[in-house]
């Protein structure tokens, strides 16, 4: 094993093992999932982190799998209306709601690989950031993309997603 192949599983390991519970076959787009773009500006340790492409796309596709999964888990009953399922939708899908999610009940903080500066300043602490959501939104587009739809729908159940969200 090359020694960039060493250190990208190292550092996929604790995300996988922890918190997806099953290992990824595009390593890259995980670690696209978790990398902090400060880290990159940074010495990286090998040039090869450099050429994992940004994939801001995750973060659009999981926001729309997530939205998926937020009006799936809505309760239909004979009075539901549009406007109920968008609001469901929004109390559930918001950026702070999803940052504090993956702050508080996931501590994806602890699986992304941040910068030393925003490392040192706790930047997931900062209320007006909503980096957490966003990396959360990437996760679940990576998820999706490496085991579909029920995979996704099985993350969520098992970090109790809606119960928690209904906690914070």
Same mark, same amino acid.
């Given at each position: 094993?090359?020694?960039?192949?060493? $250190?990208?599983?190292?550092?996929? $390991?604790?995300?996988?093992?922890?918190?997806?519970?099953?290992?990824?076959?595009?390593?890259?787009?995980?670690?696209?999932?978790?990398?902090?773009?400060?880290?990159?500006?940074?010495?990286?340790?090998?040039?090869?982190?450099?050429?994992? !492409?940004?994939?801001?796309?995750?973060?659009?596709?999981?926001?729309?799998?997530?939205? *998926?999964?937020?009006?799936?888990?809505? !309760?239909?009953?004979?009075?539901?209306? !549009?406007?109920?399922?968008?609001?469901?939708?929004?109390?559930?899908?918001?950026?702070?709601?999803?940052?504090?999610?993956?702050?508080?009940?996931?501590?994806?903080?602890?699986?992304?690989?941040?910068?030393?500066?925003?490392?040192?300043?706790?930047?997931?602490?900062?209320?007006?950031?909503?980096?957490?959501?966003?990396?959360?939104?990437?996760?679940?587009? %990576?998820? *999706?993309?490496?085991?579909?739809?029920? %995979?996704?729908?099985?993350?969520?159940?098992?970090?109790?997603?809606?119960?928690?969200?209904?906690?914070?």
């Amino acid at each position: 094993m090359s020694d960039w192949a060493g $250190y990208r599983d190292r550092i996929c $390991y604790p995300a996988e093992t922890f918190l997806l519970k099953f290992r990824v076959k595009d390593k890259e787009r995980l670690i696209s999932a978790i990398i902090s773009n400060a880290f990159l500006n940074e010495d990286v340790p090998f040039e090869q982190l450099k050429n994992i !492409p940004e994939q801001h796309s995750l973060a659009t596709l999981g926001d729309f799998v997530l939205d *998926y999964a937020i009006i799936a888990n809505y !309760p239909v009953t004979e009075t539901v209306t !549009p406007q109920k399922i968008n609001d469901f939708r929004e109390q559930y899908g918001n950026n702070t709601t999803l940052h504090r999610y993956a702050r508080d009940c996931l501590h994806l903080q602890e699986y992304i690989i941040w910068g030393s500066d925003q490392r040192a300043q706790k930047t997931w602490n900062q209320e007006s950031t909503c980096i957490l959501a966003d990396r959360f939104e990437m996760l679940i587009g %990576a998820i *999706y993309l490496e085991k579909g739809l029920n %995979a996704v729908l099985e993350f969520l159940t098992t970090h109790q997603f809606f119960k928690k969200i209904d906690d914070l």
